[in-house]
């Protein structure tokens, strides 16, 4: 599918009449949507909104976040979505880098730039398809630093749904839920996806998961949310879910396939707008075989990337910082090995630590101890010590009323004597709600100005 006009209006042309969108439990056509789009982006244009300006969304989900992205993009604007509960100072010192002319606040405060509002016009607004106008810029985990904005145009988003799609079939009457934010890729594939399919995508507000996949064949979650649907006693009308974020207990996809459920799993990167490999999920620890239009490598131990989905580059004071070496691949920095055409990913290379000369990978240790039930996430990281270099120290989110001295003896049969966490502490919420994801360095200056004083 190559689109000659932007995809919503494209889909309006091929059927008007077609449900494609439920915004909380209001139901749009593409006839619907697009009129609506047409008089948010001429309120946007009224407000100066220009082809090429960086606007800031700040905002969670709801139909007000979605309205607004279709209608910027139809402006030809360039969006940077940023999470509300990044930390006032963190904004301060990354915005100015973005070549910014407007903020649209839906959520939070920032008032650092000129305000836009969700304001409709009579008439309609669009500048002409270019699918390889930049489009989003999207912040990095910054996990070794401050983040950095990979910057994608309507074609690399495609491509990247593209593969996913060849994969993971998501049809005409098929209704993907956005369950994810918009503010990280995996939220924006699913957005591409749809509009790739031309099929149904739900966005509601914030509620509990069971209401808000009401309808939904389709959602994107982490294992523990979909083992907790699996759970409950209600029948569940999803028919695929990706999964992301942790490893994937063969019961739980056995479960899933009995109740109807087809799982799938991958491996993806912000520079790559999302998915580059994936699979249907069958408890293996790979991730997968390479997705169409990519191409992976492992160098030196290193996974290595080349796709049509990857950034133009990212942005910094209104240019692009090339993301590729000088063999035209993306280094990733993620140490990778193959088995039989699929993937493995074992950690990052950043993270590897050594304990009485013996290297850790706390990735490792991370899918041994989130198979805990107890345990949500799980985070190894190193503490200086006199006598082994460095020892590993577990940093985990439980279940509300978890008595984590437990912890040590349930790993000692799972863990070599040296992979054993010296300490174990609980995840502070302080370090859930400042950034795109949890800092292993915030993380390991916690921990070291915890337990070293």
């Not at 996913?164 to 049809?171: A, E, F, K, Q």
């Amino acid at each position: 599918m190559s689109f000659t006009d932007w995809p919503w209006r494209h889909w309006c042309a091929q059927a008007a009449d077609k449900p494609a969108l439920r915004l909380n439990d209001e139901v749009l056509t593409w006839q619907q949507l697009c009129a609506r789009v047409d008089r948010l982006a001429a309120g946007f244009q009224q407000q100066g909104v220009g082809e090429g300006d960086g606007v800031l969304l700040l905002a969670h989900n709801h139909p007000q976040t979605l309205m607004a992205w279709l209608a910027l993009l139809q402006c030809g604007a360039r969006i940077l979505p940023v999470n509300p509960q990044l930390p006032r100072h963190l904004l301060e010192v990354l915005l100015p880098q973005m070549t910014l002319r407007f903020a649209l606040v839906l959520n939070g405060t920032y008032d650092g730039l000129p305000a836009l509002n969700m304001r409709e016009h009579a008439g309609e607004y669009r500048v002409t398809w270019q699918p390889t106008r930049l489009a989003s810029m999207t912040l990095t985990s910054g996990s070794t630093g401050l983040p950095k904005a990979a910057v994608h145009t309507c074609a690399a988003h495609l491509a990247s749904a593209r593969g996913v799609l060849s994969l993971m079939p998501y049809g005409d009457d098929d209704d993907w839920l956005l369950s994810l934010p918009l503010f990280h890729v995996s939220g924006q594939g699913i957005l591409w996806r749809w509009l790739l399919a031309g099929a149904r995508l739900t966005v509601r507000e914030k509620q509990p998961l069971e209401q808000a996949l009401q309808g939904c064949t389709h959602a994107s979650l982490v294992p523990t949310q979909l083992w907790r649907l699996l759970n409950t006693q209600q029948h569940i009308a999803l028919k695929a879910v990706l999964l992301g974020g942790a490893a994937i207990p063969v019961e739980m996809t056995e479960e899933a396939r009995k109740q109807g459920v087809r799982t799938f799993c991958g491996y993806g990167l912000t520079e790559f707008a999302s998915t580059v490999c994936a699979k249907e999920a069958d408890g293996e620890p790979d991730v997968g075989s390479v997705l169409p239009g990519r191409e992976v490598q492992v160098v030196d131990g290193e996974v290595w990337i080349k796709a049509q989905s990857i950034a133009s580059g990212y942005w910094r004071d209104g240019a692009l910082i090339p993301l590729t070496n000088e063999q035209g691949w993306f280094a990733t920095r993620d140490r990778g090995e193959w088995h039989d055409d699929r993937l493995t990913i074992l950690g990052r290379m950043d993270n590897l630590f050594f304990s009485g000369g013996e290297g850790i990978q706390p990735e490792s240790l991370e899918r041994v101890i989130a198979r805990h039930p107890q345990i949500n996430q799980v985070f190894i990281v190193p503490l200086d010590d006199a006598e082994f270099g460095q020892r590993p120290v577990a940093v985990v989110e439980c279940e509300p009323g978890t008595d984590i001295t437990h912890f040590p003896n349930w790993v000692q049969d799972k863990l070599a004597r040296f992979e054993q966490p010296a300490h174990w502490l609980v995840l502070p919420t302080a370090l859930k709600n400042g950034g795109i994801k949890i800092s292993r360095q915030a993380l390991k200056q916690w921990v070291t100005t915890l337990l070293k004083g």
